[in-house]
């Protein structure tokens, strides 16, 4: 493996671990949703796998920082699932994730000028 591919398989990690609360918000900002429907959303977009070490801790995290809200629900004849919801002050997080992705990339195009 040359040491260029060393340092993209170091690195793409700690992007998409970076960006993932933000992910994680802003599926929950179009609609509440459970967690293997998250995983599963998340694996489409990120072309990876989302380990449920990963998604879990994240959604608990989330809901401990009051960032989202879950709830069981037992759909007829289904097995109860937590639902997670954001809140008021995750919408504002997520609004200001955005605008802080937004000044990134606007530095980056600012660099290659």
């Known amino acids: 493996m040359s040491d260029a591919q060393t340092l993209i398989d ?3 990690p700690q992007v998409r671990k970076g960006l993932l609360e933000m992910l ?3 599926l ?3 609609r509440t949703s459970y967690g293997y429907e998250i995983a599963q959303r998340l694996r489409g977009v ?3 796998e ?3 070490g990963t998604l879990y801790p994240l959604l608990k995290r989330l809901s401990r920082d009051l960032m989202v809200t879950n709830e069981w629900i037992t759909e007829a ?3 109860p699932r937590k639902y997670y ?3 008021p002050e995750g919408r504002d997080v997520l609004r200001r994730m955005r605008a802080e992705l937004e000044r990134i990339h606007r530095a ?3 660099l290659l000028k």
């Open 108 to 110: 980056r195009k600012e």
């Open 50 to 52: 989302i380990a449920e």
């Open 46 to 48: 990120l072309e990876a």
């Open 28 to 30: 929950l900002d179009q």
């Open 77 to 79: 004849g289904g097995a």
């Open 24 to 26: 994680i918000l802003e």
């Open 85 to 87: 919801a954001i809140t």
């Open 10 to 12: 170091r690195w793409l």
